[in-house]
């Protein structure tokens, strides 16, 4: 099992930035993602990492201006998020997945940070 803490979430003006953390313990994974959800919505795919390579994902919307990061020493994920606007609002997700494939698929993730609130006001 993988045990998930995240940090860094709150209310920022539109245009502003924010970063996310997600620090692990447990055992060990091949990839780090971070999701988001909104009520009544499904939870959607943002960006991931896989630990050892270091290879990055993104959903189309975020490119350029997510960033997803990580420190093996400290075993801790980032997702550095600029230029936020209020499509951006959601709870933010942190997860792992022990196998190679489905990075964008939440159903491929093991385990799951307890999320935290991102807010872009207009």
């Known amino acids: 099992q993988v045990q998930l803490v995240e940090s860094g979430g709150g209310l920022v003006q539109a245009g502003g930035s924010l970063r996310l953390s997600c620090a692990a313990s447990?055992?060990?994974?091949?990839?780090m993602g971070w999701f988001r959800q909104v009520p009544g919505k499904e939870r959607e795919f943002v960006a991931a990492i896989t630990w050892n390579s270091g290879t990055t994902y993104y959903k189309d919307s975020v490119k350029g201006r997510f960033t997803i990061s990580r420190d093996n020493g400290k075993k801790t994920g980032y997702l550095q998020m600029n230029s936020l606007n209020p499509a951006d609002t959601a709870i933010y997700y942190c997860?792992?997945?022990?196998?190679?494939?489905?990075?964008?698929?939440?159903?491929?993730?093991?385990?799951w940070g307890q999320g935290t609130q991102v807010t872009v006001s207009a």
């Open positions: 997860a792992v997945n022990l196998q190679a494939y489905g990075y964008a698929r939440a159903e491929s993730y093991e385990s």
């Open positions: 447990g055992r060990t994974f091949y990839t």
